[in-house]
């Protein structure tokens, strides 16, 4: 049965990347393929979740309509740089856990963390 879901998402992704810029009527997408509309809107519906499709509602002469649209570029490069935590006294600190604003034991009393903020601050200035 998974199999001939994914083979229905595939078939329906393939007809609304063919319909371009100007996408297709969610409506067309079941007929067009010969798919009852219930098991096209199921996958329609996966295929958004998945970020492959978007909808877009709309009244065109007094009639809503929905409008879907495949997302071309799913590999969107992320790029995090993690320099500004490098070295934090708190990713080896041995009383991490009793560790808390307002405790005997916090961050605004921990003479290590004081001294990597002020050595952080040096840096990014100097």
Known sequence: MEVASSNIEDMIFEKIKEAGPEGIRQSEVGRLLGIPGSEAARAISKLIRKGLVRKHSTIVEGKRMVVLYAVM????????????????????CKVINKCENGSYISPQ???????????SVLRSVG
Do not use: A, H, R
């Not at 070295?87 to 080896?92: H, M």
């Not at 009393?109 to 001294?115: A, F, H, I, L």
């Open 73 to 92: 570029s799913t590999d969107i490069p992320i790029v995090v740089n993690l320099n500004s935590v490098e070295n934090v006294p708190c990713f080896s």
């Open 109 to 119: 009393t921990c003479g290590k963390m004081n001294q990597w903020l002020i050595e």
